[in-house]
């Protein structure tokens, strides 16, 4: 049975780095969470790195910006990860094509295809209509708070054209403040329930942990496996993935689990799941993290 934690410091000694989460972990989509930046900041003093795992659909740089915007203070982590830059890694690649119908809203478009810096040879990617495209990119849906359904005709469309799918996000919804939106992956997900192929980069699948990795050696960390601990907040991104990637996990119970745990959303200071709730919720999802908290702190 996981165990309930007050602090990461009362197990973080073990752990030479940590793949954190953002959004739900670190900020709430508006503003950075004080506990948890507090609880970063004196990790890494002892001596541990911070590796930020994100199902971001946007390149590294972007996020890094946005972070600055929520008020994240730069010595709080190390170094980021983004599902968007192991998407735009593989679609460089021709993964999905070369001329592309892309799903997705400006703001996370920027930058998204430009070439990384460390790839040769990238394809020359071009954005084309639906009726013209090799293949889909999608950051997301065009409307964050429309149901994903309403992209069926384009989806049907695609599915008959024999198109693949690439998510750049694999979430399916995230907490904004008090508000939820939608995510690529709730598209990704409809695509493939109608027969559609939808190729995923971001957490809990193994290319976003691969570049994580990469990001830790770029810093002259060469960490063992044992030696790395996983934090989200979400059961089937951040916690499968941390078991699929045989990671030991923390996994945050304020955020997307909230209700469902019964962790009080307003206290993060002391905010801890209800046990009962907590077993619930862990044995119909059916995974037993190493360690459960309220909130990062």
């Given at each position: ?25 670190v900020h709430d989509g508006v503003t950075a969470l004080p506990h948890a930046v507090a609880a970063l ?6 001596g541990g790195t911070v590796v930020l795992v994100t199902n971001s659909p946007r390149a590294r740089a ?130 493939t329930e109608m027969g559609g192929e939808s190729l995923y980069f971001g957490k809990p699948h193994p ?91």
């Amino acid at each position: 049975m996981t165990r309930i934690i007050q602090s990461l410091a009362e197990i973080s000694a073990p752990y030479d780095a940590l793949f954190v989460d953002l959004w739900g972990c670190v900020h709430d989509g508006v503003t950075a969470l004080p506990h948890a930046v507090a609880a970063l900041q004196a990790y890494r003093k002892r001596g541990g790195t911070v590796v930020l795992v994100t199902n971001s659909p946007r390149a590294r740089a972007p996020v890094e910006h946005q972070l600055k915007g929520f008020g994240v203070p730069e010595d709080a982590w190390d170094t980021i990860t983004t599902s968007g830059d192991s998407a735009r890694a593989a679609m460089f690649r021709g993964v999905v094509g070369q001329k592309l119908f892309f799903i997705g809203n400006a703001a996370e478009k920027s930058g998204f295809f430009e070439p990384l810096h460390i790839q040769e040879d990238p394809l020359a990617i071009e954005l084309v209509p639906l009726d013209a495209a090799e293949g889909i990119v999608c950051l997301g849906p065009f409307d964050p708070m429309a149901d994903p359904a309403t992209l069926r005709p384009q989806l049907l469309m695609a599915k008959q054209r024999g198109l693949k799918l690439l998510c750049a996000n694999p979430d399916i919804v995230v907490d904004r403040g008090e508000r939820r939106e939608w995510c690529a992956g709730a598209i990704a997900a409809l695509y493939t329930e109608m027969g559609g192929e939808s190729l995923y980069f971001g957490k809990p699948h193994p290319p976003i942990y691969d570049l994580a990795r990469m990001r830790l050696r770029a810093l002259g960390r060469d960490v063992p496996d044992d030696r790395i601990l996983a934090i989200g907040d979400g059961i089937i991104t951040d916690i499968k993935g941390a078991f699929g990637e045989e990671l030991d996990c923390l996994f945050i119970t304020g955020g997307l689990a909230a209700r469902e745990t019964r962790t009080d959303t307003r206290d993060h200071a002391r905010a801890t799941p209800e046990e009962a709730a907590l077993t619930r919720f862990l044995e119909k999802e059916q995974y037993d993290p190493t360690y459960t908290i309220g909130f990062l702190r």
